[in-house]
């Protein structure tokens, strides 16, 4: 929202969300619906009006991959738009559900359409000018029943973004997924990694007859590599580290995050303290996954 949108007062949040997004062509909406994605929603885009109140039940019988979800509609829906306003009323009698609506000046609507070229979805028979006339009469009443309402005109897409994610993100979550990768230096370094850090100055079990055969997810390897003072001071140091960098990352609008542990064969060493980060950054509510890449060689 920017310094000149009036949002009405919003409902009540909890771990169930459904969110109608719709408003203006050319005013940010597929940025909107990345934004909702990135955070884990699952969404549809261009969704048919009458297809809703469906997707509301699969939503309201509580599957864990709907539970928090985001549909968008608008103008290309043509007359069946008009249909939403008393779609939505009848909706909000049985399901909480939050409606998005997105807008621009037209100074800013009809920019973005000279720099993009594209046509306007109201028809090509019109100046956008003109199409962009029609489209407000014909969404007033719909903006009119809108939770939020989010004039982008100011925004560019990371401020928009930014916006959404604080509005809908899950208030016992960062809206940032972090995958923690292990691999083996003799294998090469992940391409996607954001963070690598090279772990072959700690100790390596492969050279521990006993130890060899395992990975650093069996608990006699991992007690092995936690008994030199290194790399608990490592790990002590990594967490300071991420605890400074996290909440960089988050303001600059990041959504994914890779960060990468390397030893030479991907076995031991970078596997045990894959893990171990995973679960620190667990700890402080961050969505994280794990991957141990070359674990199997």
């Not at 060493?269 to 794990?290: D, F, H, W």
Request: proline content about 5%.
């Amino acid at each position: 929202m920017n310094r000149r949108s009036q949002p009405k007062a919003p409902k009540k949040r909890d771990a169930s969300q459904l969110v109608i997004l719709t408003g203006l062509s050319g005013s940010g909406k597929s940025t909107v619906l990345k934004a909702f994605e990135d955070m884990g929603f699952y969404c549809v885009d261009n969704l048919p009006v009458e297809l809703i109140p469906i997707f509301a039940e699969l939503h309201a019988a509580g599957e864990a991959e709907f539970s928090r979800a985001a549909l968008l509609v608008d103008a290309r829906e043509g007359q069946q738009i008009q249909k939403l306003p008393g779609l939505l009323k009848h909706l909000r009698r049985e399901h909480a559900v939050s409606l998005v609506f997105i807008e621009a000046n037209d100074d800013a609507l009809l920019r973005r359409y000279s720099e993009t070229r594209r046509p306007h979805p109201m028809g090509k028979d019109y100046s956008v000018r003109e199409s962009l006339e029609h489209e407000r009469r014909l969404m007033d009443p719909i903006r009119s029943l809108a939770d939020v309402v989010v004039d982008s005109s100011q925004f560019n897409v990371h401020e928009l973004r930014n916006f959404i994610t604080r509005r809908f993100k899950n208030p016992d979550r960062h809206p940032m997924l972090i995958s923690v990768v292990s691999f083996g230096y003799k294998y090469g370094v992940p391409n996607d990694a954001d963070l690598v850090f090279d772990v072959r100055f700690l100790p390596n079990p492969h050279f521990v007859p006993r130890l060899r055969r395992f990975t650093g997810r069996h608990a006699n390897v991992r007690k092995f590599i936690r008994s030199f003072p290194q790399t608990g001071q490592f790990l002590k140091r990594m967490e300071s580290l991420l605890a400074y960098l996290m909440p960089h990352y988050l303001e600059e609008g990041k959504s994914y995050l890779t960060i990468a542990f390397g030893c030479t064969g991907g076995k031991h060493r970078s596997v045990m303290l894959a893990e171990e980060i995973k679960k620190g950054l667990e700890k402080k509510k961050y969505a994280t996954k794990v991957f141990h890449r070359d674990i199997e060689k």
